[in-house]
């Protein structure tokens, strides 16, 4: 109702205009005027009141607190700063109260109700708008002949811009200039109808025709047909057999009247006449069923599997509408064609074309069938091989001919696996060419979605390559303006702006500035005659809608002739007739060429904020950012990669490949010039920072390629050698594979004379009879800090090989490391290094030897010509007989460790009885951990630590490293004067990002979990709801394992502030929802803007401190939560009272967070059972510390629940909790043994309270 509080303006029916208004993202809090608006306003007969933006005249301004709300079509709300008055005199108060908005950011809306409301007259024609009071006319308009909107002619405010006064008034509303402003029509044509993923010129001119294109550029069929566009991708995706008896040489009597050519009319020289109306509150009344029907049917597998995981589409044909709808799949199993289904039916619904009749395909999921029958849809399965019952197949084939038009005229190096990011565009654009059955005047992209507004959503050929603005506040100080990306489609939701998938950051991003580089057609220019014409459009709107609130006096009517003249020639030159312009040939189909010009700038722009591009015309491509990601692959899959031939992939492949080699001949081993064993290593790309804006890297370079593993930049996928080796480094891939055969058998020629003798080259016929031969494995590795960067690792397939001994090896745990590592800070004189063995499996005789096949194509030329290995071929494979330890054999790593206890016995090293991987001397006073053929050495004296690296050397060839800076993984910096460590894994997380292709936060995430604040003072706390979401898929599931996975090494080494949230996602692993993905997602987000985590150790007196805790049913399926931390301080006091002073804190040692998997009674119980399981832990630990020299007296544990550490003391009397788990007693006879020492400290005090549950962010940026 009028004058409420909240105002609702609504159109005559669905089919609003989109440009009536448009809410600015952030509505400021006062009605500060924007820089440019359009000067007109729009005669709004839908609106209950004036509402303005800031550029109409207006008076007495007052701010208004609180402000009204007003409803727009399209359910959002915008709300009013300040209460004006127009500037008219001649109408009475009421009439002129206005309200400011600054969301309206396309212009103001005169009420006309509220000026009919008080006395006035308004008089509408099909041209013009008159608005009366007292048979004087107040305001004055026209109608737009490019909106079809009435626009009344009404003051600006003073002083505008001076930009304003050459701003183009017909082109208020439209997105850029293509449909005035372009170098030639022809090259217009192409690109919209590129950007109309290449359709059929019939199919296009038909859709001109019948007025589904209305706001496109000005474009008629005749024009098309004049300059028909020379399109590849519309053959590509068209083209079809031509059909029989079409010139048949069968005499055929013919009654037809001859058609005289003269008689046809191509129109060759149009006049651009107004476009038709745009379907903006149309009104359409006929009678027409609406049948309800649908038809659904799945595609086939995709030629690639996207970045997203999908592989294949749901075609979905709405019969009433027209309309055919495209859901992706990851795969084509019930769940997901269910999933994809509900999308569908949801969005159709939403529309109001609910299905009724379902027609599909002989299979159908018993699930599918019970949703259809939930939500009241009668469905016909086809009969069994009989697929023209369903038009689904029709569909099919329509989508598949449309989407490979538009991928065919993507740019040759659009990567493939963004395809299903391309399918938004694709929808939209096949559906705009569709007419509607319900209403034929509408497309069937109108009917459903209303109106397409070209001006508002600017559309341009999919896979263009794009320069993205990087805007000021985001940028770096020194960084490039613009960042590399792909355009994917328009941003349906976000007025003038552009999805835009970004190379560095592997994701997609919106954005309303780019540049454009396409290589399929010209993109349309801006010359200096399309500007003067445009002038003269403006100057003859301007001269045909006089305004009656003009300053200036009245005109006489000699000026009025002198106009009237200028607005002729004005109106001629804004309709030029170019009739110089030839007739296009269409014998013949030509590929189109890329533009030799420099690439210009051509934005979706504003035509009011810039006549001319903003930024000047780039002649080179900028220089690019630091990525955080390698820059891509220039062998990423395209399509026209993926669709050739495979014969051809093949061959093109081989020929880059023998052009590389040929090209590197100081690499790549020749007769003339042989190749060096060790490639030089390169010097790696920085990495990108993960935290905030200004953050500078913190480490060198190689920390970022510290991994294991060779990533894809465009997938994440891990790459192979058979990629690899045809890559830009092929070349060095090669030779390391190389090197590794020769190191492996009997060397390479000539700078490996020898080898190691483990396998030999012999004929399949050689191999016993009892004996299977396995496969070959290939890992490839980049290793900066070693002597060869690239390195490959033949390794056997295990799983083939038949053993029956032992397999496992003993190696030092972390906590084990971490207490050497304070051992050497606590120990005076001791110091820390590193050293390795080189092919440590390698040298270990089998006992029984083992038989492996390796594919010929992956053996280097120079290998097969030193071996002589071509006779040995044998269905592709050479066979070898492995005689020593090599990587991948299951009992490889025993062996080889067995040897070495034996050897290092020998010299008076031995293992510690009851810590694994931890040994000692005799004599010396020098201990190691030793994990696989990594030593961790403490040495009191460097000649200790040489008589160790004799002994080593002995066997092995070792490398060593005295700085200690670097171990499994683990970066020390040591500070022996001030008696500190500080460790760290820097590089981790970034590398970890990188492989799950997740981008950098749009804002810090702060707490790795989500937090529910609790409702205290409810005497009933209810329980979290349970997750309804719906289940991850396989894939899902696997990349949900695969972040724990990688997490989880990470938090137990350097943070720990990971632990809760991993500990409650991995109880959801294998039941995950996407509920548990967003969770992943979270602890990404804090992953990324926390990437660096460091511990800091002080020297102590190595004696085991520990505080334990318990949350009580806090985790799902009423189970509780046990945490503890450990760490080494002073010697402890032996009377521990609450207010004894606490010990000196240190970096942990060890944390426990775990979830307990009984249910417990109580919170005391809780507490019971946390100080059991840490006390288990703190045995172990106190048993290292024993064995590295360190005695320990009773051990506190510190605990803040009076009645656990009562029990455990017994000092109170049990009754009621006698039913306490009886496991839980162990503790009870630990501490009567001298181990532990329970004592209980409030809770403010206890450090493991931290581990015990989910803390608000605040808590976390604490911690």
């Known amino acids: 109702e009028r004058g409420t509080a909240k105002l609702l303006s609504v159109p005559l029916n669905t089919y609003h205009n989109k440009n009536k208004s448009s809410v600015a993202p952030n509505t400021p809090p006062l009605a500060s005027s924007p820089p440019f608006f359009p000067p007109d306003a729009i005669a709004d007969t839908g609106c209950t009141g004036h509402f303005l933006s800031t550029n109409i005249a207006h008076i007495h301004c007052q701010p208004t607190v609180p402000g009204i709300n007003v409803v727009l079509p399209d359910g959002r709300t915008i709300t009013s700063s300040h209460i004006t008055e127009l500037n008219i005199p001649s109408l009475p108060p009421a009439a002129r109260t206005a309200h400011i908005f600054p969301g309206l950011s396309n212009g103001s809306l005169i009420s006309i109700g509220q000026l009919c409301d008080h006395g006035c007259t308004a008089t509408f024609t099909s041209d013009t708008v008159r608005i009366e009071l007292n048979n004087t006319v107040v305001l004055r308009g026209g109608r737009s002949p490019y909106t079809r909107l009435w626009t009344l002619d009404s003051p600006v405010t003073p002083?505008?811009?001076?930009?304003?006064?050459?701003?183009?008034?017909?082109?208020?509303?439209?997105?850029?200039?293509?449909?005035?402003?372009?170098?030639?029509?022809?090259?217009?044509?192409?690109?919209?109808?590129?950007?109309?993923?290449?359709?059929?010129?019939?199919?296009?001119?038909?859709?001109?025709?019948e007025g589904r294109l209305t706001t496109f550029p000005d474009i008629t069929s005749a024009q098309v047909k004049r300059h028909p566009?020379?399109?590849?991708?519309?053959?590509?995706?068209?083209?079809?057999?031509?059909?029989?008896?079409?010139?048949?040489?069968?005499?055929?009597?013919?009654?037809?009247?001859?058609?005289?050519?003269?008689?046809?009319?191509?129109?060759?020289?149009?006049?651009?006449?107004?476009?038709?109306?745009?379907?903006?509150?149309?009104?359409?009344?006929?009678?027409?069923?609406?049948?309800?029907?649908?038809?659904?049917?799945?595609?086939?597998?995709?030629?690639?599997?996207?970045?997203?995981?999908?592989?294949?589409?749901?075609?979905?044909?709405?019969?009433?509408?027209?309309?055919?709808?495209?859901?992706?799949?990851?795969?084509?199993?019930?769940?997901?064609?269910?999933?994809?289904?509900?999308?569908?039916?949801?969005?159709?619904?939403?529309?109001?074309?609910?299905?009724?009749?379902?027609?599909?395909?002989?299979?159908?999921?018993?699930?599918?069938?019970?949703?259809?029958?939930?939500?009241?849809?009668?469905?016909?399965l086809a009969p069994p091989h009989v697929h023209r019952r369903n038009a689904?197949?029709?569909?099919?084939?329509?989508?598949?001919?449309?989407?490979?038009?538009?991928?065919?005229?993507?740019?040759?190096?659009?990567?493939?696996h963004l395809w299903d990011h391309l399918l938004p565009q694709a929808i939209m654009t096949l559906n705009l060419l569709r007419g509607s059955r319900i209403n034929p005047n509408l497309s069937s992209w109108a009917q459903l979605h209303g109106s397409f507004d070209y001006n508002c959503t600017p559309l341009a050929p999919p896979g263009i390559r794009v320069l993205v603005h990087e805007k000021p506040t985001i940028r770096r100080t020194w960084a490039p303006h613009a960042a590399d990306g792909w355009y994917v489609g328009p941003a349906m939701n976000h007025y003038r702006c552009y999805r835009v998938w970004i190379r560095e950051t592997t994701s997609?991003?919106?954005?309303?500035?780019?540049?454009?580089?396409?290589?399929?057609?010209?993109?349309?220019?801006?010359?200096?005659?399309?500007?003067?014409?445009?002038?003269?459009?403006?100057?003859?709107?301007?001269?045909?809608?006089?305004?009656?609130?003009?300053?200036?006096?009245?005109?006489?009517?000699?000026?009025?002739?002198?106009?009237?003249?200028?607005?002729?020639?004005?109106?001629?030159?804004?309709?030029?007739?170019?009739?110089?312009?030839?007739?296009?040939?269409?014998?013949?189909?030509?590929?189109p060429t890329a533009s030799t010009s420099s690439p210009r700038q051509v934005r979706f722009r504003d035509p009011v904020t810039e006549s001319l591009p903003r930024v000047p015309t780039a002649t080179a491509a900028p220089p690019q950012s630091l990525p955080r990601v390698p820059p891509p692959n220039s062998e990423a899959e395209t399509y026209k990669l993926v669709t050739c031939n495979p014969r051809q992939a093949r061959r093109r492949a081989a020929r880059k490949l023998k052009e590389k080699i040929s090209a590197s001949t100081s690499v790549v081993p020749t007769q003339a010039t042989p190749a060096p064993v060790v490639p030089s290593p390169k010097v790696p790309t920085p990495p990108h920072s993960h935290g905030t804006r200004l953050q500078a890297a913190r480490y060198p370079g190689h920390s970022f390629d510290s991994a294991n593993t060779v990533v894809d930049p465009n997938s994440g996928a891990t790459l192979e050698y058979s990629k690899l080796k045809n890559s830009e480094q092929g070349p060095e891939w090669i030779q390391a594979a190389a090197n590794e055969m020769g190191r492996l058998s009997q060397g390479v020629k000539p700078n490996m004379p020898t080898g190691t003798d483990t396998m030999h080259f012999i004929p399949h016929t050689a191999k016993p009879h009892d004996r299977k031969a396995t496969y070959l494995k290939i890992v490839a590795a980049i290793k900066p800090h070693k002597a060869e960067k690239y390195r490959i690792r033949f390794t056997v397939g295990g799983d083939r090989i038949e053993y029956n001994g032992p397999t496992s090896t003993p190696t030092a745990a972390l906590p084990a490391i971490k207490i050497l590592v304070n051992s050497v800070i606590s120990t005076k004189g001791a110091r820390f290094m590193t050293c390795d063995l080189k092919d440590f499996y390698l040298g270990t005789p089998l006992p029984v030897y083992e038989y492996m096949r390796i594919p010929a194509v992956h053996i280097p030329d120079c290998i097969m010509e030193q071996y002589k290995l071509a006779p040995l071929i044998h269905k592709g494979n050479v066979l070898v007989e492995i005689r020593k330890g090599m990587y991948g054999l299951p009992h490889a790593g025993r062996i080889v460790n067995d040897r070495l206890i034996d050897h290092l016995a020998l010299d008076g090293y031995h293992q510690a009885k009851h810590t694994p991987g931890f040994f000692t001397h005799e004599t010396r006073p020098i201990s190691f951990s030793l994990v696989v053929d990594d030593f961790g050495v403490k040495y009191v004296g460097r000649e200790h630590a040489e008589h160790l690296l004799h002994c080593l050397e002995k066997l092995y060839t070792v490398t060593t490293d005295w700085t200690g800076a670097l171990y499994c993984g683990l970066t020390f910096t040591w500070n022996y004067e001030q008696r500190h460590v500080d460790m760290a894994m820097p590089g981790y997380v970034d590398k970890a990002l990188q492989r799950f292709q997740h981008p950098s936060p749009a804002r810090p995430q702060h707490s790795p979990h989500a937090w529910v604040p609790p409702s205290y003072g409810v005497k009933i706390q209810l329980t979290n709801e349970t997750d309804l979401s719906p289940p991850l898929d396989k894939a899902g599931i696997t990349r949900l394992q695969e972040v724990i996975g990688t997490l989880l090494y990470y938090a137990r080494a350097v943070d720990s502030t990971m632990l809760v949230a991993l500990g409650t996602l991995a109880s959801a692993q294998t039941k995950g929802t996407e509920a548990t993905a967003e969770a992943v997602t979270q602890l990404l987000n804090y992953s990324a803007t926390h990437p660096d985590a460091t511990v800091r150790y002080h020297a102590s007196d190595m004696h085991l401190h520990v505080h334990s805790d318990a949350s009580y049913l806090s985790e799902s399926k009423a189970r509780s939560r046990a945490g503890g931390i450990f760490f080494l301080s002073s010697a402890p006091i032996k009377n521990l009272k609450p207010n004894s002073k606490?010990?000196?804190?240190?970096?942990?040692?060890?944390?426990?967070?775990?979830?307990?998997?009984?249910?417990?009674?109580?919170?005391?119980?809780?507490?019971?059972?946390?100080?059991?399981?840490?006390?288990?832990?703190?045995?172990?630990?106190?048993?290292?510390?024993?064995?590295?020299?360190?005695?320990?007296?009773?051990?506190?544990?510190q605990t803040d629940n009076e009645c656990a550490s009562g029990i455990v003391n017994n000092t109170v009397k049990q009754r009621r909790s006698k039913a306490i788990d009886m496991r839980f007693y162990w503790i009870k006879d630990r501490v009567k043994q001298g181990q532990f020492n329970v004592h209980w400290r409030k809770g403010t005090d206890n450090l493991a309270d931290y581990f015990t549950k989910h803390h608000l962010p605040s808590h976390h940026q604490i911690m």
Not at 249 to 263: N, Y
Not at 360 to 365: F, I, W
Not at 545 to 568: F, G, K, M, N, W
Request: with cysteine; hydrophobic share 40%.
């Open 159 to 209: 002083n505008p811009p001076a930009t304003e006064l050459h701003a183009p008034v017909h082109d208020k509303n439209f997105a850029n200039h293509l449909g005035d402003h372009s170098g030639t029509l022809a090259d217009r044509i192409a690109f919209v109808h590129a950007s109309l993923f290449s359709p059929q010129l019939s199919t296009w001119c038909k859709a001109i025709d």
């Open 508 to 591: 997609e991003r919106i954005s309303d500035t780019l540049t454009w580089f396409p290589s399929q057609v010209k993109m349309p220019s801006t010359s200096s005659r399309d500007t003067i014409v445009a002038a003269a459009h403006d100057l003859a709107h301007a001269l045909a809608h006089p305004s009656p609130t003009s300053p200036l006096s009245p005109l006489s009517v000699h000026e009025r002739e002198a106009l009237s003249q200028l607005s002729d020639i004005f109106s001629k030159a804004a309709n030029p007739v170019d009739s110089s312009l030839p007739v296009a040939p269409t014998a013949t189909l030509s590929p």
């Open 392 to 416: 689904a197949e029709r569909a099919i084939r329509t989508f598949k001919n449309h989407f490979i038009a538009g991928l065919c005229s993507t740019d040759k190096n659009f990567p493939l």
């Open 1142 to 1197: 606490p010990p000196p804190l240190n970096g942990a040692i060890h944390t426990h967070c775990s979830i307990m998997k009984s249910v417990l009674s109580s919170a005391t119980e809780a507490e019971l059972g946390a100080l059991f399981f840490n006390a288990k832990d703190g045995v172990e630990l106190r048993t290292t510390l024993e064995a590295m020299g360190h005695p320990q007296l009773a051990t506190p544990i």
């Open 229 to 380: 566009p020379q399109s590849v991708p519309m053959v590509k995706g068209h083209l079809d057999q031509q059909r029989s008896n079409l010139r048949s040489t069968k005499p055929k009597v013919t009654l037809s009247a001859s058609v005289d050519p003269d008689d046809i009319n191509f129109d060759t020289n149009p006049v651009v006449q107004d476009p038709p109306a745009a379907r903006t509150q149309f009104l359409y009344a006929d009678f027409a069923e609406v049948t309800g029907k649908i038809f659904t049917d799945p595609t086939g597998r995709f030629v690639t599997t996207s970045s997203s995981g999908n592989a294949y589409m749901l075609v979905v044909y709405d019969y009433d509408s027209n309309f055919i709808h495209v859901e992706a799949m990851k795969n084509r199993t019930g769940p997901e064609i269910l999933s994809a289904y509900k999308r569908a039916h949801a969005m159709l619904s939403s529309k109001g074309l609910r299905p009724q009749l379902q027609h599909l395909d002989n299979e159908a999921s018993t699930a599918l069938q019970q949703f259809m029958s939930s939500v009241d849809i009668d469905f016909q």
